[in-house]
């Protein structure tokens, strides 16, 4: 009877059909069941000691702008950009804002009393458990956990920003989303009116300019008609008089409406109401977040089951190799003993 070769009888071993992996698990289906069983256990056990989680949120949109965009189109046909144009005004702007250090870093210093927690006034660093001796990385832990308790999306059919905060109590989570809408709008105030400052100094400028331009044509005229006081037989007096009344004209024109958009940007200037309009107050949650532990058990089930089976396979195979002999197998299931013992154990003691 003639004998496979070592390389067809090694491909051989090394095939294992699916039944017998389905063999494999039938016989072993109370181990199976036995992980499935405990990790969904331990899932719900964990649920049951996690504590509870409260949102609050908020959502804001932007007001008016036409004054602003009136004032950039007369800045535009003076061949002048007006500076700060455009970025702060995009949703996403002040999705990032909300996010930013800038406005979380005044947060995490300010202090709040919450009655879940005792009503002691803590900061919310404290709250967020932040203790360390080191102000700066305080700071900065402080800043990364309160990042992770919030969350910021755009609307994207009305432009409406949304903010919202989850945290152990729900007087924190409502104090913390309107202490941002307060440090949002208090940004916005802020820029418009830095940007109205801005804009008064660019106008005004301009106003001086074109006053001064407007006397020079004005003066140049006044010159003309009393050096030509007959015009009426000269079509060329005619038309040099009709020219520097036309820039007359132009110039009286265009100071007008520098005087007009000077005050704009000096009412502007000395605005303080935010151009934004809150859509949705924070207020008091008043029902915990869903823990979802029907969900955790049976995510934790099939976990479970599914390390039950991998470890019931890989038993199986394990065996399967140790009966033909496979030197592999015999050394890692020896190494895998090895390392369980105890240091010192099996040696002798002098």
């Known amino acids: 009877m003639s004998r496979l070769p070592p390389q067809t009888s090694r491909a051989a071993d090394d095939e294992v059909s699916l039944f017998a992996l389905a063999s494999a698990v039938v016989e072993h289906r109370g181990r199976v069941i036995a992980w499935a069983i405990g990790v969904a256990v331990l899932v719900a056990a964990v649920s049951l000691f996690m504590p509870l989680k409260w949102t609050a949120g908020a959502s804001f949109t932007q007001g008016d702008e036409s004054a602003d965009v009136g004032l950039r189109s007369l800045a535009g046909q003076l061949g002048v950009s007006l500076p700060g144009g455009g970025a702060s005004t995009s949703p996403m ?8 250090s ?19 006034p803590r900061t919310v660093g ?4 932040v203790e360390t001796s080191d102000t700066a990385w305080a700071r900065e832990l402080g800043i990364l956990r309160l990042r992770k308790t919030l969350s910021a999306d755009i609307r994207q059919q009305t432009g409406v920003v949304g903010v919202s905060a989850t945290t152990n109590w729900p007087t924190l989570s409502q104090a913390i989303v309107k202490r941002l809408l307060q440090e949002v709008m208090r940004f916005d105030r802020e820029t418009r009116q830095s940007r109205g400052a801005q804009e008064r100094r660019f106008v005004q400028g301009r106003l001086l300019a074109e006053r001064e331009a407007l006397a020079e044509a004005e003066d140049r005229l006044q010159r003309f008609l009393e050096t030509n006081r007959q015009v009426q037989h000269s079509v060329q007096l005619q038309f040099e008089r009709d020219r520097l009344r036309r820039e007359v004209t132009v110039r009286e024109g265009l100071v007008q409406r520098l005087a007009e958009a000077y005050e704009e940007a000096r009412i502007r200037e000395a605005r303080d109401v935010p151009a934004l309009t809150v859509v949705e107050a924070p207020r008091l949650p008043a029902r915990p977040n869903p823990r979802r532990r029907v969900f955790g058990v049976l995510v934790g089930f099939l976990s479970g089951a599914t390390v039950g089976m991998v470890l019931v396979l890989a038993g199986d195979l394990m065996a399967r190799r140790r009966a033909t002999g496979d030197p592999d197998a015999e050394r890692l299931v020896s190494a895998w003993r090895r390392s369980w013992r105890w240091p010192g154990r099996g040696r002798g003691v002098s």
Do not use: H, M
């Open 102 to 120: 800038l406005i979380l870093g005044t947060i995490v210093d300010d202090t709040v009393a919450v009655p879940e927690a005792g009503g002691s």
């Open 126 to 129: 404290a709250y967020l458990r």
């Open 93 to 100: 702007f002040y999705r990032d804002l909300l996010l930013s």
